[in-house]
């Protein structure tokens, strides 16, 4: 089970201990991301990420990642729309090599201007690069078309305006106003004894941290826009997906819709991929996901397919939730998506790297810890009454929002 120390600062320190492994990780999340961005700031936090591998007072650019490579460990970061992670993966004997590495890019970053110069270059390429990815602008767009340019409708990237902006005085203004201990989680998971993860924690954390009184700002709650967006390229394949309501990441009805969107789209065995790919041939690509934000969620259908199958295309996926919704599941895909998760959370416990990230994800998001018997109790409770109930509540009505991303299309996108 999950151990948890709160330190003076406000810092989270959530803890499991794994004897079965010889690895140990670490990371460090923070409630910063696209989500809780401005318009004039959007982008800000996935460009602080870049940042944090440009040099230190310590070490200049090469030296981190030479520092990690030279003893087999990895070291990343990621930047989502609800929040930013910086982590290793080690082996256990470099575990306070790891935790002083991290601990140096958060406090001892250095945002030299001429860093951030180059980096502006490297980050509007990474732009550019997703604008080029049809699925990910098809995905960026349905987002776009359902809460407008707030909340999650922002992109994690940001616009290219907003990058030629950023200087150091608006990045260190960022660091203080976000990256304050109670606002950070510090996951550590593997081949370690408690007392020693919390020592160095003080020591490499703490130690750095300011105790701060700060009123946190009361984010803005998004009302959904529900628009459609039709982006005219020209492709040889047609992008089309699809938006319905979903839940935000505290409901609790989220394990029952993270079963229902398995069995929909979720994978080759799913009621999508097996009647789109499968027996009509109509896509290559095809898949159901839901998102959870603080105060909402989305649930998504992509495809991907040539021009002239799309209106097929379309019509069967619109006939499966059809059917989904007057027939429900059978009791053999219940318990067979039953299987799926259980089997998904009882494997993560065996990677040091998934219990770090689950386990701070957990915390910082939801400030729970987790507890994988009460995980598999709650996946136990959940019945196929539920799951029905979810599906009716995300496709019923006329809500949706749908993304077209290809050749101007021999549909109207309004009238699907």
Same mark, same amino acid.
């Given at each position: 089970?999950?151990?948890?120390?709160?330190?003076?600062?406000?810092?989270?320190?959530?803890?499991?201990?794994?004897?079965?492994?010889?690895?140990?990780?670490?990371?460090?999340?923070?409630?910063?991301?696209?989500?809780?961005?401005?318009?004039?700031?959007?982008?800000?936090?996935?460009?602080? =990420?870049?940042?944090?591998?440009?040099?230190?007072?310590?070490?200049?650019?090469?030296?981190?990642?030479?520092?990690?490579?030279?003893?087999?460990?990895?070291?990343?970061?990621?930047?989502? +729309?609800?929040?930013?992670?910086?982590?290793?993966?080690?082996?256990?004997?470099?575990?306070?090599?790891?935790?002083?590495?991290?601990?140096?890019?958060?406090?001892?970053?250095?945002?030299?201007?001429?860093?951030?110069?180059?980096?502006?270059?490297?980050?509007?390429?990474?732009?550019?690069?997703?604008?080029?990815?049809?699925?990910?602008?098809?995905?960026?767009?349905?987002?776009?078309?359902?809460?407008?340019?707030?909340?999650?409708?922002?992109?994690?990237?940001?616009?290219?305006?907003?990058?030629?902006?950023?200087?150091?005085?608006?990045?260190?203004?960022?660091?203080?106003?976000?990256?304050?201990?109670?606002?950070?989680?510090?996951?550590?998971?593997?081949?370690?004894?408690? =007392?020693?993860?919390?020592?160095?924690?003080?020591?490499?954390? =703490?130690?750095?941290?300011?105790?701060?009184?700060?009123? @946190?700002?009361?984010?803005?709650?998004?009302?959904?826009?529900?628009?459609?967006?039709?982006?005219?390229?020209?492709?040889? @394949?047609?992008?089309?997906?699809?938006?319905?309501?979903?839940?935000?990441?505290?409901?609790?009805?989220?394990?029952?819709?993270?079963?229902?969107?398995?069995?929909?789209?979720?994978?080759?065995?799913?009621?999508?991929?097996?009647?789109?790919?499968?027996?009509?041939?109509?896509?290559?690509?095809?898949?159901?996901?839901?998102?959870?934000?603080?105060?909402?969620?989305?649930?998504?259908?992509?495809?991907?397919?040539?021009?002239?199958?799309?209106?097929?295309?379309?019509?069967?996926? @619109?006939?499966?939730?059809?059917?989904?919704?007057?027939?429900?599941?059978?009791?053999?895909?219940?318990? +067979?998506?039953?299987?799926?998760?259980?089997?998904?959370?009882?494997?993560?416990?065996?990677?040091?790297?998934?219990?770090?990230?689950?386990?701070?994800?957990?915390?910082?998001?939801?400030?729970?810890?987790?507890?994988?018997?009460?995980?598999?109790?709650?996946?136990?409770?959940?019945?196929?009454?539920?799951?029905?109930?979810?599906?009716?509540?995300?496709?019923?009505?006329? +809500?949706?929002?749908?993304?077209?991303?290809?050749?101007?299309?021999?549909?109207?996108?309004?009238?699907?």
């Amino acid at each position: 089970m999950t151990q948890e120390q709160v330190f003076p600062s406000g810092l989270r320190m959530v803890f499991n201990e794994m004897k079965n492994t010889r690895s140990v990780s670490v990371g460090l999340f923070i409630k910063v991301g696209s989500e809780y961005e401005s318009s004039d700031n959007n982008g800000i936090a996935h460009f602080m =990420e870049h940042m944090m591998f440009k040099g230190t007072s310590k070490r200049n650019a090469f030296q981190i990642a030479d520092d990690m490579e030279r003893i087999g460990a990895r070291m990343n970061a990621y930047t989502s +729309k609800n929040h930013t992670a910086y982590y290793s993966v080690s082996l256990d004997e470099h575990f306070e090599h790891c935790m002083e590495m991290i601990s140096d890019l958060i406090y001892f970053s250095k945002y030299e201007e001429n860093e951030i110069e180059k980096e502006k270059t490297v980050v509007i390429e990474e732009i550019q690069m997703s604008e080029d990815d049809p699925e990910n602008l098809c995905m960026d767009k349905l987002f776009c078309a359902w809460y407008g340019n707030e909340g999650p409708g922002k992109l994690i990237l940001g616009n290219k305006e907003n990058i030629y902006s950023f200087n150091r005085k608006k990045l260190l203004i960022f660091r203080d106003t976000e990256y304050y201990p109670s606002n950070m989680v510090i996951s550590i998971a593997g081949n370690v004894d408690f =007392e020693r993860a919390k020592d160095l924690v003080n020591k490499y954390f =703490e130690s750095n941290n300011k105790v701060l009184n700060l009123t @946190q700002e009361n984010r803005k709650k998004v009302s959904p826009l529900i628009e459609n967006v039709l982006t005219i390229k020209s492709l040889e @394949q047609a992008n089309i997906a699809f938006a319905y309501r979903g839940i935000n990441y505290m409901d609790e009805e989220a394990l029952a819709m993270t079963m229902m969107s398995n069995l929909f789209g979720g994978g080759m065995s799913s009621r999508l991929f097996q009647s789109i790919r499968e027996t009509l041939g109509l896509a290559y690509n095809v898949y159901s996901t839901n998102y959870n934000f603080s105060d909402s969620g989305i649930f998504t259908i992509y495809l991907g397919t040539s021009p002239e199958k799309a209106n097929k295309a379309i019509f069967e996926v @619109q006939n499966q939730i059809q059917l989904l919704i007057k027939k429900g599941f059978s009791h053999e895909e219940f318990n +067979k998506s039953k299987e799926q998760l259980k089997t998904s959370v009882v494997l993560g416990l065996e990677s040091s790297s998934s219990m770090m990230r689950i386990s701070g994800k957990r915390a910082l998001l939801k400030n729970e810890l987790f507890d994988s018997d009460f995980e598999l109790d709650l996946i136990n409770k959940v019945t196929i009454d539920k799951l029905h109930q979810i599906s009716e509540y995300v496709f019923s009505g006329e +809500k949706k929002s749908i993304s077209y991303v290809g050749k101007e299309p021999n549909f109207k996108i309004e009238e699907i």
